[in-house]
Structure formats: structure tokens, C-alpha cells
Nanobody, 117 residues
Framework: QVQLVESGGGSVQPGGSLRLSCLASGSTFSMYTMGWDRQIPGKERELVAA???????TYGRSATGRFTVSRDYAKNTVSLQMNDLKREDAAIYYCSVKDAAGRAVSWGEGTQVTVSS
């Protein structure tokens, strides 16, 4: 089973950038589709971005054009570069392992992102 540890969250002004990272344990990291999901209080968890074992990417509507997901197979990490952050991007961001249908089957503890002036 892959264990996930997120880092890189914090507070930023609107229009700013943050880079989230997720360190995955386990030698099978390269086999999985990895993703970033987020949860805003009172709302359901939603997909932000996902990247397959071959590097193919998928983005949620809110992330398209502003966020970029990437992975480093040598370091067992998956990252999310977030640019032009908006107040509505404020949420807890979770690194996730996805199954073949794209459903998250495992999450990290999450990292808080705050966007305010």
C-alpha cells in the first residue's frame, strides 16, 4: 500500500503561486495514477488534477489553465504547481492514489491552502 505525505501548503495573496508536493512510499509508485483532490468546508471533495503512470494528465475545471501536475519517478513525488490562485481555491489539498476508474482509493493527510489579501 502506498503512503502519501503532502507538503507545500500555506497562505498566499490572490494572483500568487504555490507548489504542492507529495512524497509516496513504496516501490510500486510508478504503477499508479496519482492525483490531487481538494475539499472546501461544506462541499464534496473534488478532483483538481491527475497524472497517469505514463504521464498523461487530467484537470478539473477549476484547475485548467492555471495548475500543472507532474511526477518524478526517481524521487517518488507528485507535484502540483498552482498559479494565479483565487480566493475560491482555498481548501485542503489531498494527494491521492487513483484506481483504473479514476476514483481515489487512498489519500494523504492533506495540506491547507489559504488565499487571501
Amino acid at each position: 500500500q502506498v503512503q502519501l505525505v503532502e507538503s507545500g501548503g500555506g497562505s498566499v495573496q490572490p494572483g500568487g503561486s504555490l507548489r504542492l508536493s507529495c512524497l509516496a512510499s513504496g516501490s510500486t509508485f510508478s504503477m499508479y495514477t496519482m492525483g490531487w483532490d481538494r475539499q472546501i468546508p461544506g462541499k464534496e471533495r473534488e478532483l483538481v488534477a491527475a497524472i497517469t503512470s505514463r504521464g498523461g494528465t487530467t484537470y478539473g475545471r477549476s484547475a485548467t489553465g492555471r495548475f500543472t501536475v507532474s511526477r518524478d519517478y526517481a524521487k517518488n513525488t507528485v507535484s502540483l504547481q498552482m498559479n494565479d490562485l483565487k480566493r475560491e481555491d482555498a481548501a485542503i489539498y489531498y494527494c491521492s492514489v487513483k484506481d483504473a476508474a479514476g476514483r481515489a482509493v487512498s489519500w494523504g493527510e492533506g495540506t491547507q491552502v489559504t488565499v487571501s489579501s
